[in-house]
């Protein structure tokens, strides 16, 4: 029977080539829209190498200082950073690794008279144990080369590339901002929509060009916590709370700003933190709902179309359901037969989107458009954009035939629409 | 006529409404992509008010504890810096700056100004600024070296502010509020007037911009972030690295990088365009669907109506009325739907969701922009309908009986 009801929903579809080119048109252009946006998104926050486990992994991104006239908005300073995290490992079992790194600066370096500009963040030690970095030879640097400032570095292969050529390069040295490091590891290249693991080079943070940094309450510092699970969030989150309150007291400038907001967050909560909490509190409910109304927006007219177009192919076929149900097909067989057609469809149309979006996000990734871009589909949303599609075809396309069935064959024959 | 258009396109409302509801939605998507684009088409047009071919930025990190803390040796360091970088063959003219033009973050202050609160842009420059950036004065003049032993603090001012704050006023000798009324220090005044300057670019809106000074080798006055130098046209990018050397060698622990104007500007550009573009590849592609699927839509409902096509043809109406009828019936609906969108879009100046970076121009021209395409659109999707339907044959049209 579903051999004859698949054979039938082909015929079906292509006798009406011109519809079935829209509605599959239609169905995937607006996944592939979906799965490239998607794409985008995972690949800031959802755990993917390096950053594999982000989800127990917290963060101080951003703080601000509160005023009664004035506020800032930037990335803490070592010496805020130190304050706040120092100890709280011993304090609270539920930290495992606790790291204070830089946001990635730009570095020149002159090599043969060329120019090469990379990312180079200064971090820790601690730093390599709470991501997973993929070495392909070497090592990260340790607490040790960090307590000793060590001139070590870790580059990601196209640096090495740029510099040594594809040959190996632990044990050489390379000159970076004025600076020469001797190489220890060489990782995989980190996209740089990895906010906390994106970089090109990774040196100390005691190699920078003088001390000063370790005073600074405000500069270009971020911390990150390695929680043993996220049970633990909510007790690490509100040990933070309480630090913070006491570097309060620390503020360089009283006189203008006498409030510091910031706290522990994953890295969605921080970015909801920025956009909607005025840095004061993370609204994470928020960006998910800007995220969705966004995608509800865009979907609202392909949707509308689809239903059109639907709707348009049910009435024409109405003469067609009269002579089925004057031989004496029963309503239940009809919808059978165009639930099976419907499905037919939105499985097409996805199959062609995915092939359409696996082929954009490849192009993406090798344009070089966004710095190692290593954007891959999301299945899931995959399969909810089918479900979607299939909800509004079987809605616009099966009700309205059901509806008709139950239509007396002759008036249906005489091709009386709804 | 007009009315028994409309009862027609009544009596099969059903069908109509999801119709209606399409042109709606897509005249809404027309205009927010067109106005964008309209947007920054007219910025585009519009000069810049400085010369930045031949300029590079320097940015200079003196690794201070915070940006707001200097030592009168970093000061004395600095002047230095800049005098050394001054003497070098290639190089025409030094300035220094709080910030170079076309980078991304932007100092603002909301000031009172002739009695009204004014948010403006502001840069700390200083004298040689004008000579480096070719910024042209219209009226007044620039700093100069003497300023510094003045009692009040100068300002010079863009056109855009002169005429948002005094409107045909002049502007010369006026007076600019304090972030803080209470602030007990000098007060500014206004010393000149410089072309319309447009900080974050070739494709931002218009911009209110005010210039303070900054003396170098004063103690008073923090040393410059970022050092803009004017080369003779045609300096190789290999001066880049002799440059970053004598620097280097004048202040040791500090760091330098060096960036042509001419690359900040592309990526200023490229950080605005590239989501416009996206967006509107995105919005082509709901365009295409939406004209396939009316095209099929209308077809269809073509198709279902053939009877009543015959039967007109048969009491004697021509070809062409018939193709009239069908077009018209679908501008009339094109028209509800149009209607229906610019009640929506027209909120957004009568709220004043955008302020003045929407101008009325721009906004009529998105309007009407909008309008076009949909009228355009929705005549080629009855185009080929309506020749189908005007060859039905009366006989064959009604033997459907």
């Given amino acids: ?418 | 006529m007009m009315r028994h258009l409309l009862k027609l396109v009544w009596n099969r409302k059903r069908a109509n409404a999801l119709i209606l509801l399409e042109i709606f939605f897509t005249f809404l998507v027309v205009f927010g992509v067109g106005t964008l684009g309209l947007y920054f088409w007219d910025n585009w047009r519009r000069p810049l008010g400085f010369d930045w071919e031949n300029v590079w930025a320097v940015r200079v990190n003196m690794q201070a504890a915070s940006d707001d803390t200097f030592t009168p040796e970093q000061v004395e360091t600095s002047a230095r810096l800049v005098r050394e970088v001054g003497a070098l063959e290639p190089v025409e003219a030094v300035a220094g700056a709080m910030m170079e033009p076309f980078s991304f973050g932007s100092f603002r202050s909301s000031l009172e100004v002739n009695g009204r609160r004014v948010l403006m842009d502001l840069n700390e420059v200083t004298e040689s600024f004008a000579d480096v950036m070719r910024t042209e004065v219209v009226r007044g003049r620039w700093f100069q070296p003497a300023d510094a032993a003045l009692s009040w603090r100068p300002a010079v001012i863009d056109e855009d502010l002169a005429r948002a704050a005094w409107g045909d006023e002049d502007p010369l000798g006026k007076r600019l509020g304090k972030p803080d009324p209470q602030d007990p220090g000098p007060e500014t005044r206004v010393i000149g007037v410089v072309r319309d300057f447009r900080h974050h670019g070739d494709l931002s809106g218009p911009e209110l911009f005010v210039f303070y000074p900054k003396h170098l080798g004063n103690p008073k006055h923090r040393p410059p972030q970022v050092l803009l130098v004017r080369v003779h046209p045609g300096t190789p990018a290999a001066f880049e690295e002799e440059l970053t050397r004598r620097m280097q060698s004048v202040a040791r622990d500090w760091s330098f990088e060096i960036v042509p104007l001419e690359q900040t500007r592309t990526s200023a550009i490229r950080r605005t365009l590239t989501p416009l573009i996206v967006g509107g590849i995105v919005a082509f592609f709901l365009l295409l669907m939406v004209a396939l699927g009316l095209l099929g839509v209308l077809w269809q409902n073509l198709l279902q109506r053939t009877r009543e096509i015959g039967l007109r043809r048969a009491i004697g109406a021509s070809r062409r009325e018939v193709h009239r009828q069908i077009i018209l019936e679908q501008l009339l609906l094109t028209t509800l739907g149009v209607l229906l969108g610019a009640v929506v879009v027209i909120q957004l100046p009568v709220l004043d969701v955008f302020g003045s970076a929407l101008r009325p121009e721009v906004f009529t021209s998105g309007l009407i922009l909008a309008m076009v395409s949909m009228y355009l659109l929705s005549a080629v999707c009855a185009l080929y309908p309506s020749t189908l339907a005007s060859r039905v044959h009366p006989a064959e049209a009604l033997r459907y009986e």
């Fill in chain 1, 1 to 418: 029977m579903l051999r004859n009801y698949l054979k039938m929903a082909l015929k079906v579809l292509a006798r009406r080539k011109f519809f079935t080119f829209i509605s599959l048109f239609g169905i995937s252009i607006t996944l592939l829209v979906l799965l490239v946006a998607t794409a985008m998104l995972d690949q800031v926050f959802a755990p993917q190498q390096p950053e594999t486990r982000a989800d127990r992994t917290l963060g101080i991104y951003q703080v601000t200082l509160r005023g009664e006239n004035s506020t800032f908005n930037g990335f803490a300073g070592y010496g805020l950073l130190d304050r706040v995290v120092r100890g709280l490992p011993e304090e609270l079992p539920a930290v495992e690794k606790v790291s204070i790194f830089t946001t990635p600066g730009n570095a020149v370096s002159y090599v043969g008279g060329q120019k090469i500009e990379s990312s180079l963040k200064r971090t820790d030690g601690a730093y390599w144990q709470i991501l997973d970095f993929s070495f392909v030879e070497g090592g990260p640097f340790t607490e040790e080369d960090e307590a000793n400032a060590r001139f070590v570095a870790v580059i990601n292969e196209s640096t090495r590339d740029r510099f040594f050529g594809k040959v190996p390069a632990v044990g050489r040295t390379l000159e970076a901002d004025g600076q020469r490091f001797r190489v220890v590891g060489v990782v995989r290249d980190v996209p740089i929509l990895r906010l906390v693991a994106y970089s090109e080079i990774w040196v100390p943070n005691s190699t920078a060009k003088s001390r000063t940094y370790r005073k600074e309450y405000l500069g270009n510092f971020m911390a990150a916590f390695l929680a043993r699970s996220r049970t633990d969030f909510p007790r690490i989150k509100g040990a933070v709370e309480r630090r913070f309150r006491l570097a309060e007291e620390h503020i360089p400038d009283r006189q203008m700003f006498q409030k510091l907001d910031g706290g522990a967050d994953t890295f969605f909560e921080a970015v909801s933190r920025v956009i909607f909490g005025e840095g004061e509190e993370s609204r994470p409910e928020l960006l998910w709902a800007l995220f969705l109304g966004l995608a509800v927006l865009f979907m609202i007219l392909p949707s509308v179309n689809l239903v059109n177009i639907n709707l348009s192919r049910i009435l024409d076929r109405a003469s067609e359901i009269g002579v089925r149900k004057a031989f004496g097909a029963s309503s239940r067989t009809l919808v059978g037969q165009f639930v099976v057609e419907n499905v037919v469809l939105t499985l097409l149309g996805g199959a062609i989107g995915l092939v359409l979006a696996a082929a954009v996000l490849a192009g993406l990734n090798a344009s070089g458009l966004i710095a190692y871009a290593d954007l891959r589909l999301n299945f899931r949303v995959f399969l909810e954009g089918l479900g979607l599609a299939l909800f509004f075809g079987l809605f616009s396309g099966v009700y309205p035939a059901w509806k008709m069935s139950r239509l007396h064959p002759v008036q249906a024959l005489r091709g009386r629409t709804l």
